[in-house]
C-alpha cells in the first residue's frame, strides 16, 4: 500500500506504522552512487536525526547538488522537507544568504509562492561539511499533480497549469522586485 505525502502530512505522531505499512518503489530519481564520495553528497539512512530534532522518514527526490528528505520535526511535531546539499557547494551556495535576505525584507514569502526557509545549519558527515535546509513540505510536482487529476478534463487541467504558471510569475516578479534573479549578482553579495 502506498500512501501518499498528503496523507502523511495528517499524522500528528511519527509515522512508525505508516513506514511498516508502505511500499516505495524505485524510480529514476536514484543518484549516482560514485556521487558519495568526500566532497559530494551525505550517506543518510531512514531514521537518521539531523540538528538533533529532524528525524528522517522518506527520500523525496534527488539532483545535481543535494537531496531531499521528508522529515519529522521532534520539537515541533510536523512534517519538513530536508535539502542536504553536496559538500562542494559549501562554498557555491548563496541559498541562505537569498533566505536571509529574504527575511530581512519583511516579504509574507507564502503568501507569494515563495518557499520559506524554516531552519538551517551545517553538518559534518564522511564527506565534509554539508548545508542542511529544512522547508515546508510543498507536496508533489505539479506536473505529476496535473496528470494525476482526476476526472479532470483536458480544459481543465489546462487551465490548472496556467494557474500555477501565474503563481510562479507572481514570485519570479517578487523575486525580481527585491534584486534578486538566477545566475544574475545577489543584492547582499
Not at 75 to 97: N, P
Request: charged share 15%; with cysteine; hydrophobic share 40%.
Amino acid at each position: 500500500r502506498v500512501t501518499s505525502l498528503a496523507q502523511i502530512a495528517i499524522s500528528t505522531h511519527f509515522p512508525t506504522s505508516i513506514l511498516d505499512e508502505q511500499s516505495f518503489q524505485i524510480g529514476e530519481d536514484v543518484e549516482d552512487i560514485f556521487s558519495y564520495g568526500p566532497g559530494g553528497l551525505h550517506p543518510v539512512v531512514l531514521g537518521n536525526t539531523f540538528n538533533q530534532r529532524y528525524t528522517v522518514v522518506h527520500k523525496l527526490g534527488s539532483g545535481g547538488i543535494a537531496t531531499v528528505w521528508l522529515v519529522w520535526d521532534q520539537v515541533d511535531h510536523r512534517y519538513f522537507a530536508l535539502k542536504i546539499m553536496r559538500v562542494d557547494q559549501l562554498e557555491l551556495s548563496k541559498e541562505v544568504q537569498v533566505h536571509q535576505y529574504l527575511a530581512r525584507l519583511n516579504i509574507d514569502l507564502e503568501e507569494n509562492f515563495i518557499c520559506p526557509l524554516y531552519d538551517n545549519f551545517l553538518h559534518q558527515g564522511p564527506n565534509g561539511t554539508h548545508f542542511g535546509f529544512v522547508l515546508p513540505l510543498a507536496g508533489d510536482c505539479v506536473s505529476e499533480y496535473i496528470n494525476r487529476s482526476f476526472p479532470y478534463t483536458k480544459d481543465q487541467k489546462i487551465e490548472q497549469a496556467r494557474h500555477y504558471g501565474r503563481q510562479l510569475a507572481h514570485a519570479v516578479a517578487v523575486l525580481h522586485s527585491v534584486g534578486i534573479a538566477h545566475g544574475g549578482k545577489p543584492p547582499f553579495s
